[in-house]
DNA sequence: CGGGGGGTTGATGAGTGTCAATACCTGTGG
DNA sequence: CCACAGGTATTGACACTCATCAACCCCCCG
């Protein structure tokens, strides 16, 4: 069972051996129309992996890079240790997603990449893959649609960490995790979270206690229902406002 | 005269139509080798566009995204505009820098570029190197290398918004400025800031008073002199130090 | 039933932002 | 050449947000 959310897929349950083509994920994880037989030759190389669990790490800072990986279902953190052994988690993964785009210029992960929920990925070898793309140059594109959205996204979040307070971060993440997962066939207002307060806070750039706080407080507004790892939206539009937009 | 170092280089004066293979840049600005047949096609899609005058813009947010940009000379800084009217620098790029990537997907650019010091940059039109890119794949890996780069360097600076105090910010960002003026042949501990302290404040997440406060204490304890926008680094190792690296 | 991790709540203080006054540069025009 | 104006940087006093520390609770799991 997934756990972002109440209304699961049942489509996305045999995750497997289903090819890209027939992934339900094909509209989010490729940017733009792929040919056929680009889908045909990716699904040639992809390395279907399965069941990574809780706690568990898909690759380490300072690994060798070997492939990039796309997100079938779960949730995954990236992060970086600071010298004082603190961790800036770089973003949060869902299913659909692409990570260890950093690495391909150095060769080496610039960040880690955590399981914080059950997770199923596909692999893509990268050595494969940019063979492939010589001959079809369509497939490199799509990777340049993907790191660009990538860049867009992190400037986002540049512009949250310098520059919002700490009720307008907490209301940005929560409407950024509400659209994402609307995109992907889920129910915008009622999240369950992947991660834990701590990871919230490591991303935020906020202690947990304020995490905590803030969203005692959008309760008490009734801008939501927080328990635990379960929020329910009540005021979606109000909390964006609160965002500055998301 | 380039602002940024007191030794510049000779060699880049005559900007407006050195061919990519005789461009000074020309290691900083292709991450791997390029073929000849490579870098003449390149040459001969790049517009080459002169002096552009400081406190001008090359783009602005929610502008169509026509062309990447190489810069040869000067110093632009990208950033986006908070809903209050604040302005949130994305990052200052030097010579041998690409910028406008986060806008190849969307068609949109995501954020505004704007001249900080005298600057040439070269236009290359992103529609010619995508068709040309179909019939030579190497310079589309060449893009990505260059986004995976970007992408790595964003991470650096997510983690220095998200957990480091005002001092070490300040010296991570000289740190940074050192390292990059080094790669294209500037003197390392003799720097001329190409950006006013608002715009380093806009960066960093940090009130400009701050930032001369900051200065203020480096400089009595030894490490730097800063005067102004010159600014002598004395103790660059341990500078480092304080930055937890940069 | 008991233990432990995760989450909440409260009190306090440090680190920065904000506001204001002042000094300093740079370019402009007389 | 000097005087002036406008932007830019510095310095000080104060306020406020948020981190820190500590106690406590809740809930899940063994």
Known sequence: MNSFVSTYKK???????????H????RICLPKEASE????????IIDRQHNLKRNTWLFNEGDPFKAIYAIKS???KTYRLTPKGKEQVCGFYLPGDIIALDAIETGIH????????????CAIPYKKFETLSQAMPGLQ????RIMSREIAS???????LG??????RVAAILCNLSDRLEVRGYSPNELILGMSRHDLGDYLGLAIETISRVLGRFHQDGLLTAKGKHIQLHQPDQLRALAGYS
Do not use: M, P, R
């Not at 992934?23 to 094909?26: D, H, K, N, S």
């Not at 594109?141 to 340049?144: A, E, G, T």
């Not at 992190?154 to 949250?160: A, D, G, I, S």
């Open 23 to 26: 992934c339900a994920l094909y």
């Open 37 to 44: 037989c680009e889908l045909y030759a990716l699904d040639n």
């Open 110 to 121: 610039t960040c880690s990449a955590k399981i914080i929920q059950a997770t199923h990925v």
């Open 74 to 76: 779960g949730c995954i």
């Open 11 to 21: 489509s996305v349950n045999n995750l497997e051996n289903i090819s890209c083509k």
């Open 163 to 168: 520059k919002k307070s700490a009720e307008e």
């Open 141 to 144: 594109q799509q990777l340049v």
């Open 154 to 160: 992190q400037q986002w979040f540049v512009t949250l």
